[in-house]
């Protein structure tokens, strides 16, 4: 028979502890029986997955199923039927963990497998973030989980929106809550969401028209405050114009 992908077969590719008999062995895939088949005529057993593969092989060519044991003519309906002893004979053979070349040491019967692998620490497993693709030990995922992955959800500090760690920065560059400075380089820090109303009505350097526009004076002068406003104004623009009492 010609060597297929470990994926292709169809008994089971756990590490045994023990060695197994020969009758509790595919003959297709010579591997452990998955799914236990056996022929009643001849009493030969298969991977159910195996003699499925065989017997498509044959239909596909229009040749008579036959078992490939022995060539025994075969029906498909009639002459297969699941071996329910024989699976419970190899689900009670001892195997290692599938992670042991990670380090687990565990032994235990292959019908335990599942839930040792639902717990065991060097399963690999996938980052349970979001959009997270990353595949690690399980050992190593609840750090990776707080505190490494670039998808972990944090709050931004100043307006408490949540957003995954790789795009807060781009988030900090538009978040309207956090404090900048003035673009007209007063000194001032301001909300950025405050940026254009400390520009209309505040910045002490955004050249605003004269108070005595009105009055007819066509110049534009930093805005100043105080209590003697006008009077500065006055002399920033050496503005001649008074306003009426």
Known sequence: MMSQPLSQLGGYKDEFVEEIE????????????????????????FCKACIESHFARQETVKQQLNCPGCRTDLNREKDIFGDLAADRKIRSFTIKCPSRSRGCQWTGELSAKDDHLSSCLHEIVSCTNENCDVKLQRKELQDHVTTKCDWRILRC????????????????????????????????????????????????????????????CQKRVRRFSGKKKRVIFNRACKCTLTSPA
């Not at 020969?22 to 057993?45: F, N, S, Y």
């Not at 400075?181 to 001032?188: H, I, V």
């Open 22 to 45: 020969d009758d509790w062995v595919c003959p297709i895939c010579t591997l452990p029986l998955k799914e236990a088949v056996q022929t009643r005529l001849c009493g030969h057993r």
């Open 157 to 216: 500090e100043f307006c408490s929106v949540s957003h995954p760690v790789l795009q807060m920065e781009a988030h900090l560059e538009v978040c309207p809550k956090v404090p900048v400075t003035c673009p007209q380089k007063c000194g001032m820090k301001i909300l950025r969401e405050k940026v254009a109303v400390h520009k209309e009505k505040e910045c002490v350097l955004v050249e605003i028209s004269c108070p005595y526009s009105r009055l007819g």
